[in-house]
């Protein structure tokens, strides 16, 4: 009986700690670089997909207009979440079938301090943005993991001592 309630707890528990929420995605297959939205208020806009990756509060592929820029791609996405490591933000471009995308590397920090737009790229279609997390965030996750271990071997020492 004791064996029983214990793997019943351990797959209830185990579930309920390695479970994790899931996220809609949007499909990117086939997908041209840009889109014509037609004409509005007299001015024709081309749109174009950019893709906007990690820590930030909405990532996903986003529809924009050509001429938009680095920070209002940002703020469309919702913005850096504090963790997010604001020297270093990558940008992948692609170079074309069969060639090696660029990497560019953005120092957000330094812009804003200094407001000099000539730091922040132009957006092309096809680009990936990716901002990675501190070593705060890091190690946020290792002690994340690390209790619920402890909270999961805590329940199996009650288990076996009952």
């Known amino acids: 009986m004791k064996r029983t309630i214990f793997i019943v707890l351990l797959l209830v528990l185990g579930t309920s ?15 041209s670089a840009y889109s014509y939205d037609g004409a509005r208020a007299g001015v024709e806009k081309l749109k174009m997909n950019v893709y906007i990756l990690g820590q930030i509060y ?17 703020a469309l996405a919702g913005g850096p979440k ?8 990558r940008i992948i471009r692609p170079k074309g079938e069969g060639n090696e995308p660029e ?15 000539s730091l922040l790229p132009v957006m092309m279609p096809g680009d990936t943005v990716i901002l990675s997390g501190t070593i705060f965030y890091a ?24």
Not at 139 to 162: G, M, W
């Open 17 to 31: 700690i390695l479970a994790q929420t899931e996220s809609p995605s949007a499909p990117v297959g086939g997908i």
């Open 58 to 74: 909405r990532p996903g592929l986003y529809v924009v207009p050509d001429d938009t820029n680095f920070i209002t791609l940002l």
């Open 82 to 89: 504090e963790d997010a490591k604001l020297t270093k933000i």
């Open 103 to 117: 990497i560019l590397w953005v120092n957000l920090k330094k812009y804003m301090d200094t407001a000099d737009e």
């Open 139 to 162: 190690f946020s996750k290792v002690v994340d993991f690390l209790s619920k271990v402890a909270i999961a071997l805590s329940v199996y020492n009650i288990i076996v001592r009952l």
